[in-house]
C-alpha cells in the first residue's frame, strides 16, 4: 500500500492561485500513475486531474486551462498548480494512485472574497 499525505491549502480569493502537493510516506511511487479528487460541500468525490507514471496529464473540464498537474519522482510526490481559483473551486482535495488505495485527510481548498 501507497500512503499519501496531502499539503498545502488554504483561504484563497477568486483569481488566486494555490499550489497543493501530495507526498508518498511508502511504496514505490514511480510505477504508479496518480490522480488529484476533490469532494465539494454536500458532494461526491470527483477526479479532477492525473498523471502517468510516464507523465501524460488529463483534466476534468471544469478546470482545464487553469490547473496543472505534474509528479517528481525522486522526491515520491505529485503537484497540482492551481490557478485562476473561483469559488465553485472550494473543496477538500485528495490525492491517490492507480488502482486506488487509502483515502488521506485530503487539504481544504476555499476560495471566497
Known amino acids: 500500500q501507497v500512503q499519501l499525505v496531502e499539503s498545502g491549502g488554504g483561504l484563497v480569493q477568486p483569481g488566486g492561485s494555490l499550489r497543493l502537493s501530495c507526498a508518498a510516506s511508502s511504496g514505490i511511487f514511480s510505477i504508479y500513475g496518480m490522480g488529484w479528487y476533490r469532494q465539494a460541500p454536500g458532494s461526491q468525490r470527483e477526479l479532477v486531474a492525473t498523471i502517468s507514471s510516464g507523465g501524460r496529464t488529463n483534466y476534468a473540464d471544469s478546470v482545464k486551462g487553469r490547473f496543472t498537474i505534474s509528479r517528481d519522482n525522486a522526491k515520491k510526490s505529485v503537484y497540482l498548480q492551481m490557478n485562476s481559483l473561483k469559488p465553485e473551486d472550494t473543496a477538500v482535495y485528495y490525492c491517490?494512485?492507480?488502482?486506488?488505495?487509502?483515502w488521506g485527510q485530503g487539504t481544504q481548498v476555499t476560495v471566497s472574497s
Open positions: 491517490n494512485s492507480s488502482p486506488i488505495g487509502s
